[in-house]
């Protein structure tokens, strides 16, 4: 059969759609619309995702769906540009329509307890007329949800307690819960809103104007409106407003809005930069490489958002739990109601008041609220802090994992070698360094880039190379310079032309023990001297190990290196590693490693990707950030070892404040349940008890935006290595 081709999902904004039970009745009612596929509901962006045939449904029939929930959608596209608009389109929360409903309420309440305060013989009729006029809306949005797949909402107990509050004689109680019921509403407003601060915290950072060359004049445009190519002026204390490559310029750039790097990078010709970074000390020129709706933050802002629509494990949980825990609740409430005037000849209307306050003190919504509301703060909390951690699932299996499974070539270490050892047997180590240059000068070997590289550092004047260099390939490199020629070579290539003396090779040797590189630099057959070389451990490696000791962890090494270069670097962390290990090999050990708990593996995100897929979790770093974005369960935007534990430390916060967050709602539910029964709980103070659980997960919940880096080491442990790396400067490699 033949295969449609998809088309464009449907993309809406809501409003008021502020908790998970919210989403949960909107995707309910969604699914049973004809037509429907791949509903994404996501209350902490307000978003709705989804798949239309609108043969079978028309887009006006999804939108007066969702209204008849008592939500109002807005039309949405994608992009960066239109995600801003989105949340300037948001309403702040005390002009919702949440807010004119409290207001109503509170109106209402004030209006009857005036009249009965006047005309005391009206005083209970005025409180019955006021319920029923603030019950209206409540119980219409019962009734759509019970006739859109969900009987058992907050609305429907909402309509049940105070119905029933007036059938006893209760129109004042019922005029006070559906007040504070009113109240609660709009502090979830207010809190979820809160809890979107993170994205938006995000989306404020892409620039909004854009100064650009054209036409060889500067012009002032919409960042939105910038094209590929467009070449952008960039003044010191100026965002830059999209992706670029620097053309002209050498400038200091704060990228910490970015990739959470406290120190300022420096930034000069061919150099990448990202939108929303700052420029610190001079002009510079960009030519724009991608466009506001995809550059690095609106990707991020992006990611992020669909992290937070994905639902974790817990989350699931609570979801299905919930499912069945509401309409128990109702039943408990009832036979609670009619079992002790049945059985026991007890009070009907004693009991049936009971009955109802049990029934508001069920009411889900706090346990249901407290898992995405931390997994949304801990997403939110990371992407600030360059930590990209893509959904709930990763962020709680983060939290269990036993041990950390790290690459060496570009993870471990800068991926580049470095020259490390300079001997010079015949002259000095400048001069042997000069020469040795003059030689590679033009090289794209690793090892003859980093031995200019080197020289250019310590500003040494370079010989000049007369008739171009010759290469002996897996050998050397010959050139003539002034004094005659000149090669720079493997030790076996030196061991063919000449006999090297024992103490000399024997001091190569030890070099190359410590996994170093040794290159001989000869004239004609002498021996100059030799330079020995390493792709050296970042430099927060050590401190980045270490913290991952002191928060338990175990951390081993998986690298297709040699096993001598392998223990060398190994020991300088102090971790186990395994060496000569092929792609397959490596599959192996993640597999052996998983028997004893969670392995997360660290990698560059390129070359690692299987066994990134074949571990609890992946960890992307210094592969790129294009790479880092698509690749892996987490993406490290720093490129910095100590991320992964700050990765590490943010889940099991994030995993606590779930924790809490159920303590909360089930035990306020539990201590009110019991006072319930023994007649010490009012009908308004048990929902005033529903309400002021909500709140308080929320509140909990948003505690970890707050989230610090500090908070990765113990207090006291491995304090001097954290001191020796925790802060120090490091870029953000790209390879486009």
């Known amino acids: 059969m033949a295969m449609t081709a998809k088309t464009e999902p449907l993309k809406l ?19 049973r619309l004809p037509g429907t596929e791949e509903i994404s509901v996501n209350h902490t962006a307000g978003s709705v995702t989804l798949q239309l045939d609108e043969r079978q449904t028309t887009r006006r029939k999804v939108e007066d769906t969702i209204r008849s929930l008592g939500y109002v959608p807005h039309a949405r596209d994608d992009g960066a540009t239109v995600a801003i608009e989105d949340r300037a389109a948001e309403k702040p929360w005390w002009r919702a329509r949440n807010a004119r409903f409290a207001a109503l309420t509170g109106f209402l309440l004030a209006l009857a307890f005036a009249i009965a305060f006047l005309v005391p013989a009206i005083g209970e009729w005025a409180f019955a007329i006021a319920a029923v006029v603030g019950l209206v809306p409540i119980g219409s949005r019962a009734f759509s949800g019970a006739r859109h797949g969900t009987p058992f909402s907050i609305e429907t107990l909402m309509t049940v307690a105070a119905l029933g509050a007036l059938v006893i004689g209760e129109g004042a109680e019922a005029l006070v819960v559906i007040f504070l019921f009113s109240v609660g509403e709009l502090l979830e407003s207010f809190a979820a809103q ?6 938006k915290s995000l989306i404020d950072l892409i620039p909004r104007r854009a100064r650009v060359e054209r036409d060889g004049s500067v012009l002032e445009i919409s960042a939105s409106d910038l094209e590929i190519g467009d070449i952008a002026i960039v003044r010191p204390g100026d965002r830059i407003p999209s992706d670029g490559e620097v053309i002209d310029g050498i400038s200091e750039v704060d990228e910490s809005p970015v990739t959470g790097e406290s120190v300022p990078v420096l930034k000069e010709e061919g150099a990448a930069v990202f939108a929303g970074s700052v420029n610190a000390n001079t002009l510079l020129r960009v030519r724009i490489t991608r466009t506001a709706q995809d550059n690095t933050i609106a990707r991020i802002v992006h990611l992020v958002e669909e992290a937070q629509g994905a639902k974790a ?14 309409p128990a609740a109702m039943v408990v409430s009832a036979l609670i109601m009619v079992i002790p005037p049945l059985l026991f000849g007890a009070e009907w209307s004693t009991w049936i008041y009971r009955g109802l306050a049990v029934l508001l003190i069920a009411c889900p919504c706090a346990l249901v609220i407290s898992t995405p509301a931390a997994i949304a703060s801990g997403l939110a909390a990371g992407a600030r802090r360059g930590l990209l951690i893509k959904g709930g699932a990763a962020l709680e299996e983060l939290g269990r994992v036993k041990t950390i499974a790290f690459d060496k070539t570009g993870t471990l270490t800068e991926g580049r070698p470095k020259v490390t050892d300079i001997v010079a047997i015949s002259g000095d180590d400048a001069d042997l360094l000069a ?40 050998k050397a490199v010959t050139a003539r310079l002034k004094e005659g020629f000149v090669s720079v070579g493997s030790p076996r290539y030196a061991a063919e032309q000449m006999t090297i003396p024992v103490d000399i090779a024997q001091r190569m040797k030890s070099l190359e023990d410590k996994g170093k590189t040794v290159v001989v630099v000869l004239a004609a057959k002498a021996l100059l001297g030799f330079i020995a070389l390493r792709d050296e451990p970042r430099e927060d490696a050590v401190s980045g190990i270490a913290s991952l000791s002191a928060l338990g ?10 096993a001598r270069t392998a223990a060398a670097i190994a020991g300088t962390l102090g971790i186990t590693a395994k060496s000569e290990l092929m792609p397959d090999a490596k599959l192996d050990e993640i597999g052996n490693l998983r028997k004893a708990g969670g392995v997360a593996m660290v990698g560059d995100g390129i070359n690692d990707a299987p066994a990134l897929a074949a571990a609890s979790v992946g960890i992307a770093m210094g592969g790129g950030t294009d790479v880092a974005l698509e690749t892996a369960d987490v993406a490290l935007l720093k490129n910095r070892v100590s991320g992964v534990a700050e990765t590490i430390a943010l889940s099991r916060s994030t995993m606590g404040n779930i924790w809490q967050n159920i303590a909360i709602a089930l035990g306020l539910k539990a201590i009110f349940l019991v006072t319930t029964l023994t007649g010490t709980t009012t009908l308004w103070m048990a929902i005033l008890a529903d309400t002021g659980a909500t ?3 929320t509140a909990n919940a948003l505690r970890l935006l707050r989230f610090s880096s500090n908070q990765t080491v113990p207090s006291g442990t491995a304090a001097a290595a954290t001191e020796d790396g925790v802060g120090q400067r490091g870029t953000l490699s790209i390879d486009r």
């Open 194 to 199: 809160r809890a979107r601060a993170g994205i």
């Open 13 to 31: 904004r809501v409003d008021g759609m502020d908790c998970g039970s919210c989403a949960l009745k909107i995707e309910t009612a969604l699914s």
């Open 695 to 697: 709140v308080l997960v």
């Open 313 to 326: 494990p817990t989350a699931r949980f609570i979801d299905r739990f919930s499912r069945y825990y509401t």
């Open 553 to 562: 962890l175990r951390s081993v090494m998986l690298t297709g290196d040699n």
């Open 435 to 474: 020469r040795a240059a003059a030689v590679e000068a033009g090289s794209s070997h690793p090892l003859g880039s980093a031995i200019t590289a080197a020289a250019e550092q310590k500003s040494l004047d370079i010989p000049r190379v007369f008739g171009g260099s010759q290469a002996i390939p897996g």
